[in-house]
Structures are given as structure tokens and as C-alpha cells.
């Protein structure tokens, strides 16, 4: 049973547009999320996360709100751009500090 | 340096060889990890070392051998594998007392076995 869940596997966006990735979760015990962006033949790489103590946090164009009574988190890249495209997963964690990841949604930011 | 290196690249090996994944960060962290993610799929979790002493196996086979010989070193050595066990093999490194910065992946080892 998947506990974090991404049910978008594709993404496709215009240029300079908003893009926004969804993520859920089922565990009650999550209390620190993450987003990872991957570029094929790289790792992931930490992009942004967010504390459950707070229900939004921006970094430049990156924003994550986080919906603790929903189970729900997104991510909003704003404005997109070309080398936005990429594998974005969200992850969450509880008391061990190990990720749990989502199957990743495939982002197409087109010029 | 706040790499986490990986080697080599690519990796080809039959059933009967043995090999060795290594991976090495300068960046004073004292958690290191060991993914294996498929194609497609999310890395899963295989092993956690903290303090340079194994704290997690998630149920990995005994063909696969974790050891951390220091704190900015850990290989992943390999003996008898199976042709499902071709995949991209992640290291990476974190903080050990918590996640506030994320983790570091390396760039991985694609792993094929024929």
C-alpha cells in the first residue's frame, strides 16, 4: 500500500506558465515533506521541503503548501521554465528521518 | 565539496563475479544511505548507516554486503546476483540527526547482470 502517492505520472506546461504537482499521503505520522527533482542518468535532488508546523514554504520559484488535514501537498514552480522538465517525487518522513517516496511525476515544460 | 560520489558508473557482471559499488561525500555527514530504484519506480530504501555502524536492512538479500569503512566512505559489494537485481544503485547522505537540508544523492551506479 502505497502512503505517499503522486496519481499524476505526466505533467505537460507552457513556458513561463504555472506548474503544479500534487502529492498525498496516507500516513498520520508524517511530519517533514520533500520534493526531489531527477534528470534522467542523475540522483535525486533535494529541491524544497516543508515542516508540518507550517502549511507553506517559497524558495525563489519553488513554493510547497502543505494541507495537513487533507494529507496533501503540492508544489508550484512559478514561472516554468524548459530546464524545469524533469522527474519531480515527493517524499515524506516521520519519527526515523527516512524518506518515503511517491512514484515521481514526469514534468514537460515546453518553450 | 557537497558531492556525493559514486563509482563507477556503470557496471556490467555476470552471476558468479564478485564487485564493489563504492561512494564517498566531504560534506561531514554522518548518515549514508543505499537505494536501488528500477525504472520508473521511486529508489527504495536498502541500507542506512549512522555513525559509520549499520542501523537499517530493509530485508536486502545477503548477495548484497553494505560496509562503511569510515565516515565519508560506503561500498556496496556484490556476490551471485541475479539478473532482477539490474538497476540504478543510489548512494546518499544526510545529516544524522535529522532532515532539515534534505538529502545528497550521488549521480548512481547503473548495475546490468547477465
Known amino acids: 500500500d502505497q502512503q505517499v502517492k503522486q496519481n499524476s505520472p505526466s505533467l505537460s506546461v507552457q513556458e513561463g506558465r504555472i506548474s503544479i504537482l500534487n502529492c498525498d499521503y496516507t500516513n498520520s505520522m508524517f511530519d517533514y515533506f520533500l520534493w526531489y527533482k531527477k534528470y534522467p542518468a542523475e540522483g535525486p535532488t533535494f529541491l524544497i521541503s516543508i515542516s508540518s508546523i507550517k502549511d507553506k514554504n517559497e524558495d525563489g520559484r519553488f513554493t510547497v503548501f502543505l494541507n495537513k488535514s487533507a494529507k496533501h501537498l503540492s508544489l508550484h514552480i512559478v514561472p516554468s521554465q524548459p530546464g524545469d522538465s524533469a522527474v519531480y517525487f515527493c517524499?515524506?518522513?516521520?519519527?526515523?528521518?527516512?524518506?518515503?517516496f511517491g512514484r515521481g511525476t514526469s514534468l514537460i515544460v515546453h518553450p | 565539496d557537497t558531492e556525493v560520489t559514486q563509482t563507477p558508473k556503470h557496471l556490467v557482471m555476470g552471476m558468479t563475479n564478485k564487485k564493489s559499488l563504492k561512494c564517498e561525500q566531504h560534506?561531514?555527514?554522518?548518515?549514508m544511505y543505499w537505494y536501488k530504484q528500477k525504472a520508473k519506480k521511486p529508489p527504495e530504501l536498502m541500507f542506512v548507516y549512522s555513525y559509520e555502524k549499520l542501523s537499517i536492512n530493509e530485508s536486502v538479500p545477503s548477495r548484497f554486503s553494505p560496509e562503511c569503512p569510515n565516515s565519508s566512505l560506503l561500498n556496496l559489494h556484490l556476490h551471485a546476483l541475479q539478473p532482477e537485481d539490474s538497476a540504478l544503485y543510489l548512494c546518499?547522505?544526510?545529516?544524522?540527526?535529522?532532515?532539515?537540508?534534505?538529502?545528497?544523492f550521488g549521480s548512481g551506479t547503473r548495475l546490468t547482470v547477465v
Open positions: 517524499a515524506a518522513s516521520g519519527g526515523s528521518y527516512i524518506p518515503t
Open positions: 546518499a547522505s544526510g545529516r544524522a540527526a535529522g532532515i532539515d537540508y534534505g538529502y545528497t
Open positions: 560534506m561531514g555527514h554522518r548518515a
